[in-house]
């Protein structure tokens, strides 16, 4: 999948691998709040320090006819707003994204798989903002 931009210049495309990568800077900036995880909650250890890959795999980004959807897998600091956390990451990446200036519509999910504490409390929280239509 890529994603085709207007500029100036032409037409741009932009695959999933650069989204991605904007994601997960766009996560980086919330290092601390946010915690890359997999679909089972289990925590990626070192995080976004020594830009580990395995980052990438928190997030899945698809296409369709209505938009681009991109979902993101994490675990959310205790003692934060889970919903505040999760709409500042969409504002973040928004906002990163925006640069591309995509004409597709764009819809983000946040899969809260847990709450870090001193461990990690198990929870299942979706979080959705742009649905398609």
């Keep these: 999948m890529a994603l085709i931009t207007k500029s100036r210049y032409g037409l741009i495309a932009v695959n999933n691998d650069v989204l991605k990568n904007i994601v997960s800077k766009s996560m980086s900036e919330m290092e601390g709040l946010v915690f890359p995880c997999n679909r089972r909650g289990l925590v990626y250890k070192r995080g976004f320090k020594g830009n580990d890959s395995r980052t990438f795999n928190s997030i899945e980004i698809s296409e369709d006819s209505?938009?681009?959807?991109?979902?993101?897998?994490?675990?959310?600091?205790?003692?934060?707003?889970?919903?505040?956390?999760?709409s500042k990451l969409f504002d973040t990446i928004e906002y990163n994204i925006g640069v591309l200036?995509?004409?597709?519509?764009?819809?983000?999910?946040?899969?809260?798989?847990?709450?870090?504490?001193?461990?990690?409390?198990p929870?299942?929280?979706?979080?959705?903002?742009?649905?398609h239509h």
Excluded: W
């Design 66 to 86: 209505h938009g681009i959807s991109i979902e993101i897998y994490y675990v959310s600091k205790f003692g934060e707003s889970i919903s505040d956390t999760a």
């Design 101 to 121: 200036r995509p004409e597709k519509h764009i819809k983000f999910t946040a899969h809260i798989k847990g709450v870090m504490a001193k461990q990690v409390v």
């Design 123 to 131: 929870r299942d929280i979706t979080i959705i903002r742009g649905e």
